[in-house]
């Protein structure tokens, strides 16, 4: 069983900043695409990022392009998604997940697995 395991999530003032990281215990990063998602209550799953293996390609939302940005660290097995300048809207339920291929082909991909997630809190 493939279980994502994401952190660094919290409370935060607006214009702060937190840095998500998401792992997997026995499972190699490596060679995937990783997308980060969010939930707002009451609102639909959103894609935020996508951050490739193979062709160094990285997608972002345009309500995050410039704010977020993705990265990964094959040594630690974790992928991060730093997170600057935070917004009240950004406030949702943020996890990180993927299809088992190597190159991002959307934000708003099907994944075949994905992990619980982490609460980001943003206040006015």
């Known amino acids: 069983q493939v279980q994502f395991v994401e952190s660094g999530g919290g409370l935060v003032q607006a214009g702060g900043s937190l840095r998500l990281s998401c792992t997997v215990p026995?499972?190699?990063?490596?060679?995937?695409?990783i997308g980060w998602f969010r939930q707002a209550p009451g609102k639909g799953q959103e894609g935020v990022s996508c951050i490739s293996s193979g062709d160094g390609i990285i997608l972002y939302a345009d309500s995050v392009k410039g704010r977020f940005t993705a990265s990964r660290d094959n040594a630690k097995n974790t992928v991060y998604l730093r997170m600057d300048k935070l917004e009240p809207d950004d406030t949702a339920l943020y996890y990180c997940?993927?299809?088992?291929?190597?190159?991002?082909?959307?934000?708003?991909?099907?994944?075949?697995?994905r992990g619980q997630g982490t609460q980001v809190t943003v206040s006015e």
């Open positions: 026995g499972f190699t990063l490596d060679y995937y695409a």
């Open positions: 997940a993927t299809d088992e291929l190597s190159n991002c082909r959307s934000l708003n991909f099907y994944y075949a697995y």
